[in-house]
């Protein structure tokens, strides 16, 4: 799951706070260079109070110095420190790897009431698949010495390989391609994640810069369903209360189905006349780790307002879930109760997030602006958003009309005669 938005171009920091707060947290940088298969790890501070200047504390300042630092490697020029071949931490099998990895980067953090996830870098959610992940691949049996197999997690970091990796890759392929690329997407991260941390010297996915291992991104297919026909109206003519109530939000602010789930009464924002006006998603409940605040619409209010008490007609308390129970107990899913709804209504191949690229959809065809529509769904940039919704047949169809009306026009422009002037001569006295 490496992502190279996130690689910071060779930047880092070895603190424990998230990346996204780096730019003004007040820990020391760091950083990364390979040149000619070597590897050389770089203190910033250290380099620049050997050259007698002021530590880096912005990262504007850091990538200055990592492209002196680059320029002086290149040339040779670079006494301050030698390259250093990253070393292999001998002793450690691929199941302390795997362990230090939940620990380090995902968050586990184990108590003596069950586990827990620091969310620094993964939300839960994420953060358990990885391990379900990890637990899968640890299981595979990879080829030994002698013609004998070994379980991966007691094989020694020092000795995996390529092999090792399409081992892995085969075992998984006939469970289903998606799933053995989420898996294998996995594995790629852990193992670029331990190069970055020296445990070994370079990842098995590849080598000198190629890659020897690929996913298939053909079975990475894109979902384009959209509600057809009255199929809105059938889902809420047969759903629940509960359920009804979500699908109305979900077409009208595109929010997920977990954001929705998790919504407290405290996250509303009313207007003076105490109608609520926003919902304000928090960092720690969107997938971007990121505020959120979106406008809510006349529908969405009508149902707020039909759930702001509890059985007895109090109002709810600010802490309780706007769609959990009837006493504002959160509710963890609604799999059942939509997989329910569909089956009564006849409606095949619908998922709960085909809401959200429905309300995408009709907010782009509505002609509101590619980046107004990334605001509304959350996502961290607009590339995002445009492979998340392309173009729908409506817009299409509406374009093809905007041509055809203006090559009209062109047309009648054309055929229209010329205005002639008649000048009428004065007789002079």
Not at 212 to 233: P, Q, S, W
Request: charged share 30%.
């Amino acid at each position: 799951m490496s992502n190279t938005r996130h690689q910071n171009g060779g930047l880092k920091k070895r603190c424990a706070c998230p990346r996204r707060e780096w730019y003004r947290c007040p820990h020391a940088w760091f950083a990364q260079v390979s040149h000619l298969g070597r590897v050389y790890r770089v203190s910033l501070s250290r380099f620049a109070e050997a050259h007698g200047e002021a530590i880096p504390a912005t990262k504007a300042e850091a990538k200055n110095l990592l492209t002196r630092i680059r320029v002086e490697i290149q040339t040779g020029k670079f006494p301050i420190l030698r390259p250093v071949v990253q070393s292999v931490m001998t002793g450690l099998t691929f199941g302390d790897l795997c362990d230090r990895y939940l620990v380090e980067y995902v968050g586990k953090i184990s108590t003596d009431h069950g586990t827990r996830w620091s969310e620094q870098h993964l939300r839960p959610r994420t953060a358990e698949q990885a391990e379900h992940h990890l637990n899968i691949i640890r299981q595979v049996a990879v080829p030994a010495a002698h013609g004998q197999t070994i379980r991966l997690e007691s094989k020694p970091i020092a000795d995996l390989s390529t092999v090792d990796v399409r081992t892995v890759q085969s075992v998984r392929r006939p469970k289903g391609a998606v799933g053995c690329n989420r898996t294998m997407a996995r594995l790629r991260h852990l193992c670029n994640w331990a190069v970055g941390e020296g445990m070994i010297d370079r990842s098995p996915f590849q080598r000198n810069g190629v890659t020897l291992v690929k996913l298939d991104t053909h079975a990475e297919t894109e979902r384009t369903r959209r509600l057809e026909g009255d199929e809105e109206r059938r889902l809420l003519q047969h759903a629940s209360p509960h359920l009804r109530a979500l699908i109305v939000a979900a077409l009208s602010t595109g929010c997920r189905r977990g954001e929705l789930l998790s919504l407290q009464w405290k996250q509303l924002r009313r207007n003076d006349k105490g109608d609520v006006e926003y919902l304000v998603l928090p960092a720690t409940k969107t997938k971007t780790h990121q505020n959120r605040v979106i406008p809510v619409s006349s529908d969405v209010r009508a149902v707020l307002e039909m759930r702001r008490t509890d059985p007895k007609g109090n109002p709810c308390p600010p802490d309780a879930f706007v769609f959990g129970n009837e006493v504002g107990e959160r509710i963890e899913s609604v799999k059942t109760a939509w997989r329910n709804t569909c089956r009564r209504t006849g409606i095949s191949d619908l998922h709960f997030h085909d809401l959200r690229r429905e309300f995408a959809c009709r907010l782009l065809e509505s002609k509101a602006d590619l980046h107004d529509v990334r605001e509304f769904l959350g996502h961290a940039n607009v590339t995002t958003t445009s492979r998340y919704l392309r173009s729908t047949p409506v817009r299409l169809v509406e374009a093809l009309e905007r041509m055809g009306a203006s090559a009209k026009r062109s047309e009648e422009a054309t055929d229209q005669p010329a205005r002639t002037t008649t000048i009428v001569a004065t007789p002079t006295r």
